[in-house]
């Protein structure tokens, strides 16, 4: 009964939210997957038309609306850019869970998310398994600064060349912090993330020095939990309901200053989708909870140069700096705002000469679960963002979101381009290291 009250305020919701709509096409100039496929359905237009009405489609062909529902990145291109300010990504968002409860999940996408990554031990121990015998199927691809490819045919890894699994994830290194605030009178509590933990430790090691430096306090529990982004873009509420409060549960009684990430993607969960999912929750205490963290949430890029306060330094250019450009995160940029602290960290290491590159801002192609689904779209939208790098003339790009820095390095190695692929947190630790 109550999932059918939950499915029922989801409904509701959903009508309401849809009235804002015009039609009137201008997310069509802005989407990066309508200007790879041409296709009206892709579009925001199209989906949020398919959807009106959606109680009567749910019950003619529920699977074809889920499929057009799920062809989409979830880059938030469309509503940053909606001249009615429709919120197309909760319009996006609840219909994948109105359709998911209504046709269910299939029993492989139950058993990855509920068994495995709703449960933060099951999840660590098979990444873990997985990095252990990686070698065993991957083979570092020559030349290409840390990227692999498969050593046989896979149906997920096809023609990828993706950045491996860490031998040793952050957890095992760093298990647990609490450490009080010096100088800066910030204490912070740091959400790690799938990605960082499992994939880019060095990022998270590297925002340790950070926080070290500026004498800022840092907490951060044991056995964090993913924050739930697969499992909601996936429509599957039940699982995402459940690493919400496992996440609550480790952090609070919220008695730090800011709740701190380094996943673009995370810091937009966390602050938006939260709340959107948790409204009207059942479980006690839940939306105010919720309400109070994501408050208090802040990309690191934001912690450091608005909150520490630092600020840029001008470096001339000469021919022995390397050039090095930005890509904007969509979760970062149009979902949060955060475009100019990303840059003034870049711009304070000396050893970088800092050039845009023409549209930073367009999607990188990724899309989390998308990128699974559609990798040859994906790969589409992505070469795009491979010749406004490769245009920058750059030797490193920097971004601030753990899923784009896989999704670029693929795209540089695939086109045999030696370019660094860094995080914004890298390149500004490292221009501390002789105030160490």
């Not at 937009?268 to 919720?290: F, Q, Y």
């Not at 406004?388 to 045999?416: E, H, R, W, Y």
Request: net charge positive; hydrophobic share 40%.
């Amino acid at each position: 009964m109550s999932d059918m009250r939950k499915l029922a305020q989801l409904m509701e919701d959903l009508n309401t939210m849809l009235a804002g709509c015009m039609r009137c096409g201008m997310c069509q100039a802005v989407c990066p997957l309508f200007s790879v496929t041409r296709k009206e359905s892709d579009v925001a237009r199209g989906k949020l038309a398919m959807l009106d009405g959606l109680l009567n489609k749910m019950f003619e062909n529920p699977d074809r609306v889920f499929e057009h529902l799920n062809r989409c990145l979830l880059c938030g291109s469309c509503a940053v850019n909606c001249p009615s300010g429709v919120k197309v990504l909760d319009i996006f968002i609840k219909a994948r869970a109105i359709l998911t409860a209504f046709i269910g999940l299939s029993t492989e996408k139950k058993i990855i998310l509920r068994n495995i990554l709703a449960n933060p031990v099951n999840f660590d121990k098979i990444l873990e398994l997985v990095a252990r015998y990686q070698r065993f199927f991957v083979k570092t691809v020559s030349n290409i600064p840390g990227t692999s490819c498969a050593r046989v045919a896979s149906p997920i890894l096809k023609q990828r060349h993706f950045v491996p699994l860490a031998p040793n994830p952050f957890h095992r290194i760093v298990p647990y912090l609490n450490t009080p605030a010096g100088k800066s009178g910030i204490k912070i509590a740091f959400f790690t993330g799938c990605l960082i933990d499992k994939v880019f430790p060095n990022v998270a090691q590297a925002a340790l020095r950070v926080f070290s430096f500026h004498e800022v306090g840092v907490f951060m529990p044991q056995g964090q939990g993913c924050c739930g982004i697969p499992s909601i873009s996936l429509g599957d509420a039940k699982s995402f309901e459940k690493l919400l409060i496992y996440n609550i549960e480790k952090y609070k009684p919220f008695d730090f200053d800011h709740l701190v990430t380094l996943c673009a993607t995370c810091t937009a969960t966390i602050k938006k989708i939260w709340p959107l999912m948790a409204s009207g929750s059942l479980v006690e205490n839940l939306e105010s909870d919720v309400e109070k963290l994501s408050k208090k949430v802040l990309d690191i890029n934001q912690l450091v140069v608005s909150k520490i306060g630092v600020k840029t330094k001008n470096h001339e250019n000469n021919n022995e700096k390397k050039i090095i450009t930005y890509h904007d995160p969509c979760h970062l940029k149009k979902s949060l705002g955060v475009s100019v602290e990303p840059r003034t960290l870049i711009k304070l290491n000396k050893h970088y000469f800092f050039r845009e590159m023409p549209e930073a801002d367009w999607c990188c192609g990724m899309g989390g679960s998308f990128n699974l689904q559609h990798y040859d779209i994906s790969s589409s939208i992505g070469e795009r963002k491979r010749n406004n790098i490769k245009a920058s003339g750059c030797s490193a790009v920097a971004t601030a979101c753990p899923a784009c820095m896989i999704q670029l390095s693929d795209m540089l190695s695939k086109s045999n381009d030696k370019i660094e692929v860094k995080h914004t947190i890298e390149i500004y630790a490292d221009s501390l290291k002789e105030h160490y």
